[in-house]
């Protein structure tokens, strides 16, 4: 199967084309054009009260799983939902995570992303802040102190949809091709049979 060059030129065209077609669509429904900026914060889980000494110990072993629970609350998504409504986002632009510092068993990081960073701060504010009663209520005898607070935390966090956006773009163009190379590739029917002919027209000369 031989392609002559203006099918290959062809054939990589409409590749490309539709590709970036498909890339276009994905960026516009998915939002993926759009930068992105994550705000932190610490916080840490700490007595209600005063322990005496007699209780030290029972509270080091308590507050392992006091910290797990906390971190299980703060990343339920009904804090993200009401912190996005909150500031004027829709809820699918707020991502939020947050992750026990294997090192303490006590201190929580967290980190909001979405498209603005005075918006990252201010949602991660607002989650530990209608977050920590529940907290409380959830870790109990702990609650939920602020160590590092959001405000000026804020960093650009790229777009991490540009590298599935290359997948896309590259995927959707290996298949287009390789459906069209096989179809511009293979040979009519009256060219086949004139093919066919031309050893008979050899013989009987």
Same mark, same amino acid.
């Given at each position: 199967?031989?392609?002559?060059?203006?099918?290959?030129?062809?054939?990589?065209?409409?590749?490309?084309?539709?590709?970036?077609?498909?890339?276009?669509?994905?960026?516009?429904?998915?939002?993926?054009?759009?930068?992105?900026?994550?705000?932190?914060?610490?916080?840490?889980?700490?007595?209600?009260?005063?322990?005496?000494?007699?209780?030290?110990?029972?509270?080091?072993?308590?507050?392992?799983?006091?910290?797990?629970?906390?971190?299980?609350?703060?990343?339920?998504?009904?804090?993200? /939902?009401? %912190?996005?409504?909150?500031? #004027?986002? &829709?809820?699918?632009? $707020? =991502?939020?995570?947050? !992750?026990?510092? +294997?090192?303490?068993?006590?201190?929580?990081?967290?980190?909001?992303?979405?498209?603005?960073?005075?918006?990252?701060?201010?949602?991660?504010?607002?989650?530990?802040?209608?977050?920590?009663?529940?907290?409380?209520?959830?870790?109990?005898?702990?609650?939920?102190?602020?160590?590092?607070?959001?405000?000026?935390?804020?960093?650009?966090?790229?777009?991490?949809?540009?590298?599935?956006?290359?997948?896309?773009?590259?995927?959707?163009?290996?298949?287009?091709? /390789?459906? %069209?190379?096989?179809?511009? #590739?293979? &040979?009519?029917?009256? $060219? =086949?049979?004139?093919? !066919?002919?031309? +050893?008979?027209?050899?013989?009987?000369?």
């Amino acid at each position: 199967m031989r392609l002559s060059r203006r099918s290959i030129i062809g054939t990589a065209i409409f590749g490309l084309v539709v590709a970036t077609a498909v890339v276009l669509a994905t960026a516009l429904v998915a939002g993926f054009g759009k930068p992105r900026f994550t705000a932190s914060s610490v916080v840490i889980i700490e007595p209600t009260h005063e322990l005496s000494a007699k209780d030290f110990s029972r509270k080091i072993y308590n507050s392992a799983s006091g910290g797990k629970v906390a971190a299980e609350v703060l990343r339920q998504r009904r804090w993200a /939902g009401a %912190a996005a409504a909150a500031i #004027g986002l &829709p809820a699918r632009d $707020l =991502r939020v995570s947050a !992750d026990v510092r +294997p090192e303490t068993n006590v201190v929580i990081g967290l980190s909001a992303e979405t498209t603005s960073p005075d918006g990252a701060e201010r949602a991660l504010a607002a989650i530990v802040a209608d977050a920590a009663p529940t907290v409380a209520e959830a870790a109990g005898p702990f609650r939920l102190s602020v160590v590092q607070g959001p405000a000026g935390t804020a960093v650009p966090s790229g777009n991490p949809g540009s590298q599935l956006l290359i997948v896309i773009f590259l995927g959707t163009l290996l298949v287009v091709c /390789g459906i %069209a190379i096989p179809i511009l #590739g293979a &040979p009519s029917a009256p $060219l =086949r049979e004139d093919r !066919d002919r031309q +050893p008979h027209r050899s013989e009987r000369r």
